[in-house]
């Protein structure tokens, strides 16, 4: 008899095993990452248009516990991501950055303290809900990617990740499968 629990903050395959189809795998991308680590939370997606200003106050004052995705090629193959946008992130008590684009700065980056992911290709991408260019949501094979955004009560995505893969599915369902306790 397996007396072993399951653990009460699950990795990607683990998450992958108990939730099924309700789990979505991120495409394989990676280029960069920091030290390996196992992180989670609540997906906060962000895109870049033009300037860092916008993206620096969200990662200061809007996205604390989470798991920011940022779209930083969806206009240009200027990388948006850099110290400073670190420096913001740990400000704000982001959980984690995942970066669709190119990042500067890799060799102070790869000292965060906050698991930095970085994937050189951005994977398909379809406008909001209101079919602004201003807020995207990543595409998988089983639909976006969504956070709860503004104005809606929903309470979105959650992701999990590390070295071994990023798995996203919806917070209610890993709330029902592992607890509230592994949130």
Known sequence: MNTQKLPSRPGPTT????????????????RFETEPKQYRGRVATLSV????????EAL???????????DAQS??????????????ALAGKVRAIVVFGAICG???LKEASIPIIAMGVTPRMAPSDRGTLI??????????????????????DYIVGSENGHVICKTTDYARVFGENAL
């Open 106 to 108: 890799v060799s102070k």
């Open 49 to 56: 248009f033009g300037g860092t200003e916008v993206l620096d």
């Open 75 to 88: 206009q240009t193959l200027t990388s948006f991501f850099g110290q400073a946008q670190l420096a913001h």
């Open 15 to 30: 998450v992958c095993t108990q939730l099924g189809n309700a789990a979505r795998v991120m495409p394989p991308f990676l």
């Open 135 to 156: 807020r995207h949501h990543f595409m998988t094979e089983i639909g976006p990617i969504q956070d709860e955004g503004p104005g809606n009560g929903q309470p979105g």
């Open 60 to 70: 200061r004052n809007g996205c604390q516990d989470r798991v920011v995705m940022i």
